[in-house]
């Protein structure tokens, strides 16, 4: 965190100054994060000359903010004729396994959106929680490959016998809500992609964030072991 300056120079992490008695207008979500932070102690940073350490990485920032913009550039073009392309807003950040914040990109434009989506925004996760299941259907195929009679002798058989087995289907399915109610699972899709594409594999469900495979591959590692 940044209320540690000690600890933070110890480290070599980089710090971001706040100068004292200087207006500091904010130059990035990160800094402007921390400006709201510390209004929240009863601070003003505009006024009360404060010093503030933050382990701030602009190297990893700037790499994020370039991420950011690749993902928004290709979505676009690949859903050119989508109508609220001009709505879309994205961010990343970046931290240490102990709570440090190293990067934060809050929104696809500093200059143009003050709003941090990452910060403030509050959403239900959606298809951000689709690796997690995946993930948990491939750790599924690889016990199951491990524990078959003939369990493979490398890390390599292992490896291509779950490949092999990394498909799911694409297709039309509903889910019972009980008194005789069915939702049916619909893909969100730009015009030039197919509603369903049948089998497929893992890394295309996943990259095209296919909701009606999420579902089978979910059902297929077993919703208990997913969450």
């Known amino acids: 965190g940044y209320d540690s300056a000690r600890e933070a120079v110890t480290r070599n992490l980089r710090k971001e100054v706040i100068p004292r ?7 990035s979500y990160y800094v402007e994060y ?15 000359g ?21 993902t928004l550039d290709t979505y676009r073009k690949r859903h050119a004729e989508d109508k609220d392309n001009d709505l879309l807003r994205a961010g990343a950040f ?4 102990n709570g440090d914040m ?3 990109v809050g929104n696809i434009d500093f200059s143009r959106f003050k709003y941090d989506v990452m910060a403030q925004g509050w959403r239900q996760p959606g298809s951000t929680f689709k690796p997690f299941v995946y993930g948990s259907l491939v750790e599924r195929l690889v016990n199951d490959a491990i524990d078959a009679s003939d369990a493979p002798k490398s890390i390599e058989q292992i ?10 289907l694409d297709g039309p399915i509903g889910i019972a809500l009980g008194n005789g109610e069915v939702k049916t699972i ?15 594999p893992f890394a295309l469900a996943l990259g095209e964030s296919r909701n009606a495979a999420a579902v089978r591959a979910g059902n297929r590692a077993g919703i208990k072991n997913v969450i």
């Open 186 to 200: 619909q893909n969100f899709r730009s015009n030039r992609e197919p509603l369903y594409r049948g089998q497929i």
């Open 159 to 168: 490896i291509a016998d779950v490949e092999k087995e990394s498909t799911v």
């Open 50 to 70: 404060l010093n503030i350490y933050i382990p701030r990485d602009d190297g990893l920032e700037r790499v994020l903010e370039k991420s950011v913009r690749l």
């Open 34 to 48: 921390v400006r709201r932070h510390i209004g929240d102690f009863g601070f003003s940073v505009d006024s009360d």
């Open 94 to 97: 970046a931290m240490r396994l």
């Open 21 to 27: 008695r200087e207006r500091c207008g904010s130059n």
């Open 102 to 104: 190293l990067a934060l």
